[in-house]
T-cell receptor
Framework: SQQGEEDPQALSIQEGENATMNCSYK?????LQWYRQNSGRGLVHLIL?????REKHSGRLRVTLDTSKKSSSLLITASRAADTASYFC???????????FGAGTRLFVKA | EAQVTQNPRYLITVTGKKLTVTCSQN?????MSWYRQDPGLGLRQIYY???????DKGDVPEGYKVSRKEKRNFPLILESPSPNQTSLYFC????????????FGSGTRLTVV
């Protein structure tokens, strides 16, 4: 079953602009993670935000979490062509040991 | 270098011929997991392991087996592969679910004809 659902499915922006991706989920979570995947390669972990945190930063990345709305957003500031990739959210459920990924947002940054 | 190593990277096989995809991590992680990735469906968890000799089913375990006899290795076994198991497979490991995300392998692209 899909837990995280990303929105939009695809996003195209100019270099230097900000990119915002959203993730919604259905059940109670311990934490939410964001990953990047370059075409067909392994996913790279970007950031983890715990359920009791509301915002987290890492370099040009800013993640927010709203547990009342069961949603999260990933903001990439001052995008670069190298940020072109697919971005996935994933959630650790509270009931067990599963980690469930969404279908991803494809980001294309034009130079 | 800390990494998760999967082999092979590419595999073409025929229906019904048993195969094993190996996965090894050198980070002493307790938690390991297998995912398959299909277009439009994201990543779906096949099996996971919380520690040696402790494994459990994910969301799509049918047609797959795993074992965890050593902490570093977590092979994925397809006893009788079928064309609907054609997919991109990822092994991943993790130190702690509370504060760390997964480290992923480079993937195995499997085609079953």
């Amino acid at each position: 079953s899909q837990q995280g659902e990303e929105d939009p499915q695809a996003l195209s922006i100019q270099e230097g602009e900000n990119a915002t991706m959203n993730c919604s989920y259905k059940t109670s979570i311990n934490n939410l993670q964001w990953y990047r995947q370059n075409s067909g390669r392994g996913l790279v972990h970007l950031i983890l935000i715990r359920s009791n945190e509301r915002e987290k930063h890492s370099g040009r990345l800013r993640v927010t979490l709203d547990t009342s709305k069961k949603s999260s957003s990933l903001l990439i500031t001052a995008s670069r062509a190298a940020d072109t990739a697919s971005y996935f959210c994933a959630t650790d459920d509270t009931g067990g040991f599963k980690t469930i990924f969404g279908a991803g947002t494809r980001l294309f940054v034009k130079a | 270098e800390a990494q998760v190593t999967q082999n092979p990277r590419y595999l073409i096989t025929v229906t019904g011929k048993k195969l094993t995809v190996t996965c090894s991590q050198n980070m002493n992680h307790e938690y390991m997991s297998w995912y398959r990735q299909d277009p439009g469906l994201g990543l779906r968890q096949i099996y996971y392991s919380m520690n040696v000799e402790v494994t459990d089913k994910g969301d799509v375990p049918e047609g797959y087996k795993v074992s965890r006899k050593e902490k570093r290795n977590f092979p994925l076994i397809l006893e009788s592969p079928s064309p609907n198991q054609t997919s991109l497979y990822f092994c991943a490991s993790r130190r702690s679910r509370a504060v760390y995300g997964y480290t992923f392998g480079s993937g195995t692209r499997l085609t079953v004809v």
